[in-house]
């Protein structure tokens, strides 16, 4: 990205009132125009995405950051009720699928992987098939389909935390074939700042 670019996200972050809202999405078409908005416009012709930044926590980085990038601090969130709720509702502790969410995706409903994970949970789009997850997107769902997934994963694993975090982000297969964590650095940082936020959230959430 251009320097010119990067002070025009910035003045227009600043008079905007969206520093901490929206996510932005820069569209770029053949002639090099750029066009900034806070939604997406997937019906603009003769568009196309250039990038999309989260203006909230990674305005400047990827989309969805790798996992170390991230400040291990507790955080309030608009989704705390729902979390709460869902978390009651499906037999798991509040504080464990907070840490998840805090992990996957900063509390950004819109965030997007590179390997297509979208929403609170990072649900990959075969995942939301499989728990009847119709819109990623959609924070109540997002949090019904990932919180099931997570409660599945409990139970495969014989209620192995580490094992059921790991499966999570690499997938069951891949904990059944290595019996274990598997061997890849991102889901071994994973497991452990999964962990880290949980005894982190355990801690702030106590009673709820």
Same mark, same amino acid.
């Given at each position: 990205?251009?320097?010119?670019?990067?002070?025009?996200?910035?003045?227009? *972050?600043?008079?905007?009132?969206?520093?901490?809202?929206?996510?932005?999405?820069?569209?770029?078409?053949?002639?090099?125009?750029?066009?900034?908005?806070?939604?997406?416009?997937?019906?603009?012709?003769?568009?196309?995405?250039?990038?999309?930044?989260?203006?909230?926590?990674?305005?400047?980085?990827?989309?969805?950051?790798?996992?170390?990038?991230?400040?291990?601090?507790?955080?309030?969130?608009?989704?705390?009720? *729902?979390?709460?709720?869902?978390?009651?509702?499906?037999?798991?502790?509040? /504080?464990?699928?907070? /840490?998840?969410?805090?992990?996957?995706?900063?509390?950004?409903?819109?965030?997007?992987?590179?390997?297509?994970?979208?929403?609170?949970?990072?649900?990959?789009?075969?995942?939301?098939?499989?728990?009847?997850?119709?819109?990623?997107?959609?924070? /109540?769902?997002?949090?019904?389909?990932?919180?099931?997934?997570?409660?599945?994963?409990?139970?495969?694993?014989?209620?192995?935390?580490? *094992?059921?975090?790991? /499966?999570?982000?690499?997938?069951?297969?891949?904990?059944?074939?290595?019996?274990?964590?598997?061997?890849?650095?991102?889901?071994?940082?994973?497991?452990?700042?999964?962990?880290?936020?949980?005894?982190?959230?355990?801690?702030?959430?106590?009673?709820?």
């Amino acid at each position: 990205m251009n320097h010119f670019l990067i002070i025009v996200l910035a003045l227009w *972050l600043a008079f905007s009132g969206l520093a901490h809202a929206a996510p932005i999405y820069v569209y770029v078409n053949d002639k090099g125009n750029r066009l900034i908005t806070d939604h997406p416009r997937p019906e603009l012709k003769g568009y196309r995405l250039l990038q999309k930044y989260h203006a909230d926590d990674y305005f400047g980085t990827a989309v969805r950051p790798s996992a170390s990038n991230r400040g291990l601090r507790v955080r309030d969130s608009e989704y705390d009720p *729902l979390i709460v709720s869902k978390a009651k509702q499906l037999g798991l502790e509040p /504080a464990l699928l907070k /840490a998840i969410i805090h992990i996957e995706s900063s509390f950004n409903p819109s965030a997007v992987s590179p390997k297509g994970a979208s929403g609170l949970m990072q649900l990959m789009p075969e995942t939301a098939r499989r728990y009847g997850v119709t819109d990623r997107f959609n924070p /109540a769902q997002s949090l019904e389909g990932g919180g099931r997934y997570m409660r599945d994963l409990l139970l495969m694993f014989n209620y192995d935390t580490r *094992l059921a975090l790991a /499966a999570y982000n690499a997938g069951e297969n891949a904990v059944t074939r290595y019996q274990g964590i598997p061997p890849y650095k991102e889901t071994q940082k994973y497991v452990e700042l999964v962990l880290q936020m949980l005894d982190l959230y355990r801690k702030e959430m106590i009673g709820v």
